[in-house]
């Protein structure tokens, strides 16, 4: 089993609708970053959380440290948010990520 | 502040040789970790340097090697690259905040390896 499971695999909406993405881990950590990666290859860092609720434009990440799970929502989805989201965990002042699989997100017009 | 640089951007090499990559983190940022995105294993952590030390090392072969210099830019060296060495390399520096990292990812280099 991996230290870092997200799910679903690869989602498909229509522009405007609400996002769901899963992660659930389950190692101790400090910290829980949701990452964004386009075709090309450069990751983007959307939100490090240790607790709670972040907000970011139309992007919303929660976590749920007791269930170890966490979930990033997009609200109002648009094409240019097709891309790959990944979840990664860090432990303490450590640098090291663990990575879950990604999910391929395509947001049609 | 200017990002993350990664030089080279595209590489190919082949299978025997060695191969050096660079990365300049932001300025400020001491730590700079190294990871490995392939399709099949996805993203991997190699190893991180901090103040001019290696702190973690992933799982990998010794053939994988890095060493970061008095300005914070890193290098990493494959050495005897194999065909499954082909892979997106990216660099993230980082600064500490209330004991956590976040960290900030460079472009990568895409190394393909004939």
């Known amino acids: 089993k991996n230290e870092v499971e997200q799910s679903p695999q690869n989602l498909t909406a229509q522009e405007g609708e609400f996002i769901t993405i899963n992660c659930s881990y389950s190692v101790g950590i400090s910290a829980l970053h949701w990452l964004q990666q386009h075709p090309g290859g450069g990751i983007v860092s959307l939100f490090m959380?240790?607790?709670g609720k972040k907000k970011h434009g139309r992007l919303i990440a929660t976590i749920n440290i007791q269930e170890k799970h966490s979930s990033l929502h997009i609200t109002a989805s648009h094409p240019r948010d097709s891309a790959v989201y990944i979840c990664?965990?860090?432990?303490?002042?450590?640098?090291?990520?663990?990575f879950g699989k990604g999910i391929t997100l395509s947001v049609r017009p | 502040k200017a990002g993350v640089t990664q030089t080279p951007r595209y590489l190919i090499k082949t299978r025997g040789q060695q191969v050096t990559l660079s990365c300049s983190p932001i300025?400020?940022?001491?730590?700079v970790s190294w990871y490995q995105q392939t399709p099949g294993q996805g993203l991997q952590f190699l190893f991180e340097?901090?103040?001019?030390?290696?702190?973690n090392k992933g799982n990998f072969p010794g053939r994988f090697s890095g060493r970061q210099f008095s300005n914070s830019r890193s290098e990493m060296n494959v050495s005897t690259l194999e065909l499954g060495d082909s892979a997106l390399y990216l660099c993230?520096?980082?600064?500490?905040?209330?004991?956590?990292?976040?960290?900030?990812f460079g472009p990568g280099t895409r190394l393909t390896v004939l």
């Open positions: 959380l240790s607790s």
């Open positions: 300025s400020g940022h001491r730590s």
């Open positions: 340097y901090f103040s001019e030390t290696q702190r």
């Open positions: 990664a965990v860090s432990a303490g002042a450590n640098s090291k990520l663990t």
């Open positions: 993230a520096s980082s600064f500490t905040l209330a004991g956590v990292n976040e960290q900030f």
